[in-house]
């Protein structure tokens, strides 16, 4: 097993809980600049209501006005395993809906 993944696989499940809560929805209505370099990025799920998220650069809820955003992302990686699997990667844009 590649050392790095294992490292991703450990640290997703320390704090996997965390990013368990009920987000709120954003409401942007101004001019909005966004830059997002990412590189390495995994997102591991697995167990009975499984959802594996990769997002970068993303702004999700309502949007009035100029938005830009800028995104360079390489290696990402979201996987999902168990009984109602959902894997969403989202990268670089305006998403209205959670990961369905």
Known sequence: MNKGFAVALMLSFAVGSGWAQTSQRTRIQGNTEI???????TAVATGRDTV???RVGVIQGEKKGDTRISVAAGNVVTVAGGRNKKACTNIGGIVSNECK
Do not use: R
């Open 35 to 41: 830059n997002a370099t990412t590189n390495n990025m």
């Open 52 to 54: 594996a998220k990769n």
